[in-house]
C-alpha cells in the first residue's frame, strides 16, 4: 500500500503569512486527495489532482502535483484563523480505480492573530 | 455539495456491552462507504470498506467478527462494535462515494467511542 509523508507534522504562522504543506509517495500517485480536520470532527474535502502536473485552487488555497505525481504540496496565501486545523493528504491506493485511500499522517496548522 | 451523515457523534458504553454507529449519505447514492478509525495523533487508519448488499472488505489485523458491518441500502451503512473494551475506545469516522462519476470520498463528523 502507498505511504504518504507529510511536512511539517505541525506549523505556526502569523496570520496573513503564506505556508505550505508538502505530501510525499513512496509510490506513483494515481489519485491525491487533499482534506481538512478540526480535532474531534470529519475531514472536509478540499481538492483532488489526478493528473501530472495538475493544479488546483479554492479562495486562498492551491494544491499541485508534480509532473512525476509523487508529490503534492499545498499552499495557502495570506493565511487567516480559519485556517487553522488538521490538513491530510490521501492517496488513491487502488491503482487508479478510485477506490480506497490511504493517509498521511497530517500536518497541524495553527494561525496566531 | 455531498453530504455522509453520521451518528451517534459520541457514545460511552460500559464493557461487553454492543455499540452501533451508523453512517447515511443524505443527498446521494453510495454501493461502497468505507469505515476509518482515528487514533490521537495519528492518521486514518482504514478498517474496512462496505460493499453494498454483498459482505465487507475488511483491512488486514481488522477482527470481522468485533467490528460487523452491515451495508443494507445504498445510503446506509452501519458499524457494530461488538463486546466493547476500553482499547476499543477511538474516533470512527465513516465516508462514502457516489456512484455517480469521478466523485471523491466525502466523510462524516465522526464518533467518539469511550468504553468504559
Known amino acids: 500500500s502507498q505511504e504518504l509523508e507529510q511536512s511539517p507534522q505541525s506549523l505556526i504562522v502569523q496570520e496573513g503569512k503564506n505556508l505550505t504543506i508538502n505530501c510525499t509517495s513512496s509510490k506513483t500517485l494515481y489519485g491525491l486527495y487533499w482534506y481538512k480536520q478540526k480535532y474531534g470532527e470529519g475531514l472536509i474535502f478540499l481538492m483532488m489532482?489526478?493528473?501530472?502536473?495538475e493544479e488546483k485552487s479554492h479562495e486562498k488555497i492551491t494544491a499541485k502535483l508534480d509532473e512525476k505525481k509523487q508529490q503534492s504540496s499545498l499552499h495557502i496565501t495570506a493565511s487567516q484563523p480559519s485556517h487553522a486545523g488538521i490538513y491530510l493528504c490521501g492517496a488513491d491506493d487502488s491503482g487508479g480505480s478510485n477506490y480506497k485511500l490511504t493517509f498521511g499522517k497530517g500536518t497541524l496548522l495553527t494561525v496566531n492573530p | 455539495g455531498a453530504v455522509v451523515s453520521q451518528h451517534p457523534s459520541r457514545v460511552i458504553c460500559k464493557s461487553g456491552t454492543s455499540v452501533k454507529i451508523e453512517c447515511r449519505s443524505l443527498d446521494f447514492q453510495a454501493t461502497t462507504m468505507f469505515w476509518y478509525r482515528q487514533f490521537p495523533k495519528k492518521s486514518l487508519m482504514l478498517m474496512a470498506t462496505?460493499?453494498?448488499?454483498?459482505?465487507?472488505?475488511?483491512e488486514q489485523g481488522v477482527e470481522k467478527d468485533k467490528f460487523l458491518i452491515n451495508h443494507a441500502s445504498l445510503t446506509l451503512s452501519t458499524l457494530t462494535v461488538t463486546s466493547a473494551h476500553p482499547e476499543d475506545s477511538s474516533f470512527y469516522i465513516c465516508s462514502a462515494r457516489s456512484i455517480q462519476g469521478n466523485s471523491p470520498l466525502h466523510f462524516g463528523n465522526g464518533t467518539r467511542l469511550t468504553v468504559t
Open positions: 462496505s460493499n453494498e448488499g454483498s459482505k465487507a472488505t475488511y
Open positions: 489532482l489526478q493528473k501530472g502536473g
